[in-house]
């Protein structure tokens, strides 16, 4: 299993960035998937999840309205789309694949056994 995030960079307050994750070596359409961050001396995380067939998208309250999880099982692909930049949204963002195939998204970073090596997004003016 590998999950490869990009997207990440250094963006003003109010800015937009897109953030992917390729994932390879299972069947990425039978997990959910999530994004987490993690801040310099904070804890990881919960920024949103998936379900398998898209149908179920949670989010974190902090980024609700201002963030937007995706994807496409066409291309292996997961998306966050983040809007509304705030300094505070600056952290490493790492994606995630659930524990189990055919579960529902989970906030719990326990719930996933797989995570890529994150991605830096900072916020500044």
């Known amino acids: 299993v590998q999950l490869v995030e990009s997207g990440g960079g250094l963006v003003q307050p109010g800015g937009s960035l897109r953030l992917s994750c390729t994932a390879s070596?299972?069947?990425?359409?039978?997990?959910?998937m999530g994004w987490f961050r993690q801040a310099p001396g904070k804890e990881r995380e919960f920024v949103a999840a998936?379900?398998?067939?898209?149908?179920?998208?949670y989010y974190a309250d902090s980024v609700n309205g201002r963030f937007t999880i995706s994807r496409d099982n066409a291309k292996n692909t997961l998306y966050l789309q983040m809007n509304s930049l705030e300094p505070e949204d600056t952290a490493i963002y790492y994606c995630?694949?659930?524990?189990?195939?055919?579960?529902?998204?989970?906030?719990?970073?326990?719930?996933?056994?797989?995570w890529g090596q994150g991605t830096q997004v900072t916020v500044s003016s």
């Open positions: 070596g299972f069947t990425f359409n039978s997990y959910a």
């Open positions: 995630a694949r659930s524990k189990a195939s055919y579960r529902q998204p989970s906030r719990l970073p326990a719930e996933y056994t797989f």
């Open positions: 998936i379900s398998p067939g898209s149908g179920n998208k």
